[in-house]
């Protein structure tokens, strides 16, 4: 076997490794939805059966006469693919696997509600996520809808220049497909505590929905009754 075809080989193994470990240890959910893990499997059983397919291609070679000049050949002809196919690979490995967070709001933007059927009535109010609180507000945009239910929720701190000084955004991602559909959504809190909290930090937020204003405009407000330090889910997605 050409050397070049060994490090191709090996290539394939160490991306099918890779891949087994963001899968196992739950990485592999910060670029795509759980939903669609089966991929990777695929993925990785794919890498293992081409990393194999080269022991055939060096049973094939032993058979053949020795060319030098064509072994060559083919040899500076396969070193730049493998190359550009060892990239990802290799910063992959460099730039640690991290989720999406505040700094990317910026570019995507973020919602206070969600297209969707509501939140069911099935779930109790101190068990909803973001996702559920941003639906029910988008099935009912009157501001009072949700005045006196209580919340009790969990996501990271977002702030820009729309919120008051006692506001921030309790906000999490959401991915449909993949963290390039991923979508920020948040409902809006109020807290004496709001301008002592840094962006991206995560907290645990209770108290009763009140009426209130954010930019100018009504919306339903989370009136913090307390604003507890986390720290972040294993999973900090949530799946629509």
Known sequence: MHSTSRLKALLLILMAVFFAAILVNGKLYYYIGPR????????????ILLAGAYNLVKRNDASEPDDDHVHEADSHESVWPLLVT????????IVPAKPL??????????????????????????SRTVLDWAEAISANPDPKSLNGQQADAIGFVY??????????????????????DALAIGVVVESNKAAQLQADSWVRVSGPFKAGILDGKPIPVVMAVEVAPIQAPDQPYLYP
């Open 36 to 47: 669609f893990s089966w991929l990777a499997l695929i993925a990785i059983g794919m890498f």
């Open 159 to 180: 702030r820009d220049p729309r919120f008051d000084r006692d506001q921030f955004m309790l906000t999490r991602f959401t991915i449909t497909c993949c963290v390039a």
């Open 101 to 126: 967070g505040a700094d990317a709001i910026s570019a995507r933007g973020i919602s206070t509600g969600i297209a969707g059927k509501g939140a069911p009535i099935t779930i109790d109010p101190s």
């Open 86 to 93: 060892a990239v990802p690979l290799i910063l992959a490995v």
